[in-house]
């Protein structure tokens, strides 16, 4: 019997190693770190991944992501 804990994978997020599930889309990571997509670029392993791409893209054990949040202001 599986238990959470060997579903999950290990990633980099913005140079903090991390636990997440091992099945996950960039979309659902974003949701799991519960980051709103509607503001950031996202960097898979040095490429930077299209929005239109993030439901599609799977994130494999030994990621490194980087996740930049653009914040408006005058």
Do not use: C
Request: hydrophobic share 45%; proline share 3%; no cysteine.
């Amino acid at each position: 019997m599986q238990t959470a804990k060997t579903k999950e994978i290990q990633i980099v997020v913005n140079g903090v190693s991390r636990f997440v599930p091992g099945e996950i889309t960039l979309a659902g990571l974003l949701a799991f770190l519960d980051i709103l997509p509607d503001r950031v670029a996202v960097e898979v392993n040095g490429t930077i991944v299209k929005k239109q791409d993030w439901v599609d893209s799977s994130i494999g054990a030994g990621a490194k992501l980087e996740i930049v949040q653009f914040v408006g202001g005058g």
